[in-house]
C-alpha cells in the first residue's frame, strides 16, 4: 500500500486561500486516483474531492465547487488541493486517499470501499 502524508493546514480567516499537499510513498501512485476527504467535529467523514490517475477527470462535492482545486504532481508523487474563498464551515481535519483503481466517478467517488490507503490527516480551522 502507498503511505500518505498530508500537509499545509493551519488557521485562516474567511476569504483566506490554503493548498494543502499530499505526499506519497512506498507504492504505484501514477496508477491510482486520488481523493481528499475531511471530517468535522461530531460529523461523518465526507467526500471533497477526486482525481484521475493522469490527472484528467476530477469531481467535487457541491459544497467546495468552484472554489477548490485538486490536481497531482506524479513526477513528485503529491497531490494537493488548493482551497479558495475558505468558509467556517470547511473547517475540519482534512484526510488524502489512494483509490484501488485509476479512476473514479461521480457515483464512486466519495464510498470509502473504493480506497484503501488514507493519511493521518491535517486540520483546517478557518475563523469568522
Known amino acids: 500500500q502507498v503511505r500518505l502524508v498530508e500537509s499545509g493546514g493551519g488557521l485562516v480567516q474567511a476569504g483566506d486561500s490554503l493548498r494543502l499537499s499530499c505526499a506519497a510513498s512506498?507504492?504505484?501512485?501514477?496508477?491510482?486516483?486520488m481523493g481528499w476527504f475531511r471530517q468535522a467535529p461530531g460529523k461523518e467523514r465526507e467526500f471533497v474531492a477526486v482525481?484521475?490517475?493522469?490527472?484528467?477527470?476530477?469531481y467535487y462535492s457541491d459544497s467546495v465547487r468552484g472554489r477548490f482545486t485538486i490536481s497531482r504532481d506524479n513526477a513528485k508523487t503529491t497531490t494537493y488541493l488548493q482551497m479558495n474563498y475558505l468558509k467556517p464551515d470547511d473547517t475540519a481535519v482534512y484526510f488524502c486517499?489512494?483509490?484501488?483503481?485509476?479512476?473514479?466517478?461521480?457515483?464512486?467517488?466519495?464510498?470509502?470501499?473504493?480506497?484503501?490507503?488514507w493519511g493521518q490527516g491535517t486540520q483546517v480551522t478557518v475563523s469568522s
Open positions: 512506498g507504492g504505484t501512485f501514477s496508477s491510482r486516483a
Open positions: 482525481i484521475g490517475s493522469d490527472g484528467g477527470a476530477t
Open positions: 486517499a489512494a483509490a484501488v483503481r485509476p479512476q473514479l466517478g461521480p457515483a464512486t467517488a466519495g464510498l470509502y470501499r473504493w480506497y484503501n490507503s
